[in-house]
């Protein structure tokens, strides 16, 4: 997931920086690799990474800071939260 994202932040800044100045702590929105407008789409990708939706109520300001964050963030599908499972009570046996 996180070559990938790498790669989404790359293309989107297409050339205008130098690749090797991008680092899991550069700032993408503040030092200008990823814009407002790049976020729907990078939201999609993480989705489409991590096989599950990410909840849009709960982002945060400082969600999409950097690829450290993104990863720490959303890297990782939510646990599915099942139930126990349910054993059979064991058979009762009659006497005949």
């Known amino acids: 997931?996180?070559?990938?994202?790498?790669?989404?932040?790359?293309?989107?800044?297409?050339?205008?920086?130098?690749?090797?100045?991008l680092?899991?702590?550069?700032?993408?929105?503040a030092d200008?690799?990823?814009r407002s407008v790049h976020l729907p789409e990078l939201l999609l990708l993480m989705e489409r990474l991590r096989g599950t939706p990410i909840?849009?109520?709960?982002?945060k300001a400082g969600d999409f800071r950097d690829i450290?964050?993104?990863?720490?963030?959303?890297?990782?599908?939510?646990?599915?939260?099942?139930?126990?499972?349910q054993h059979p009570a064991p058979a009762q046996h009659t006497a005949p």
């Open 23 to 29: 680092t899991d702590q550069t700032p993408l929105l």
């Open 68 to 85: 450290d964050t993104l990863m720490d963030r959303f890297g990782h599908a939510p646990a599915q939260h099942t139930a126990p499972a």
């Open 1 to 21: 997931m996180r070559s990938e994202l790498r790669s989404f932040v790359l293309a989107k800044a297409r050339g205008a920086r130098p690749p090797q100045e």
């Open 55 to 59: 909840d849009v109520e709960n982002l």
């Open 32 to 34: 200008g690799w990823l």
